[in-house]
């Protein structure tokens, strides 16, 4: 079993159905959903480039995948996130927009956020003790030889490269994409998702996802709401 504190919008937020209907799966039931018609693509060549980020379902990280250390249970570590959510405030999140990280394409905030970046290091820093050292196997799995230098030492400290200085938002909607095909299907998918990012969404949740083993995709455990409850009581 592998954890991880990711955000991603709640079951019924618009968002989070278009992007189950363009993953193929939602990231809270687990279940298979009809790829979309009419946008430019066929449902084959939706699911061929979706298979990769489908298997993680949609999401943008703040803590990778981690396997519990062996002085933790899965009732601390969701006692820790409640309180955890409870004294850090929603805010809004930047507009997001449908992006190119290198080969892919995903949801990426037009701008930088300094709350973001802010909760992102709070969370890999105050949940570190609950992660399980990584193992030689996984090391090697992260390719550290292509790390830069500071990705290299997170990897060790941390767990994971991308984090803190090197962190980006970045909720994943494709694999790698082929040259010739890259700028459709892009435009394809900034097309779908157009309508849903017309407000920037606010930020309002901690997710806790779960691996329930080796391979097998990730889904929502619970969520969890930020800000004080009497905060929440008065909204």
Known sequence: ??????????????????????LGRSVYSGEPIEHPDGIGLGQSE???????????????????PFRLHPDVSEAALLRELMHFAGVVEPFTLPALEV?????????????????????????????????????EAEIERMAPERLSAPQFSNLYR?????????????????????????????KAISRYFST?????????????????????PLVVHSLHPMGRVSARRSA
């Open 46 to 64: 939706i699911a061929f480039h979706t298979a990769l980020p489908r298997r993680n379902g949609f999401h943008a990280c703040l803590k990778a």
């Open 99 to 135: 992006g190119r990280l290198g080969d892919f394409c995903g949801l990426m905030p037009n701008c930088p956020s300094v709350e973001l970046d802010q909760l992102a290091a709070l969370v890999v820093q105050n949940f570190d003790p609950f992660r399980a050292p990584l193992t």
């Open 196 to 216: 849903y990012l017309a407000q920037p969404p606010l930020f309002s949740n901690l997710a806790l996802f779960v691996e329930r083993e080796p391979g097998a």
């Open 1 to 22: 079993m592998r954890y991880a504190i990711c955000y991603t919008p709640s079951a019924r937020d618009p968002l989070s159905m278009a992007a189950a209907s363009w």
């Open 158 to 186: 941390w767990g994971d490269p991308h984090v803190l200085d090197e962190y980006r938002f970045y909720m994943p909607l494709t694999g790698p994409l082929p040259v010739t095909e890259r700028e459709r299907i892009h």
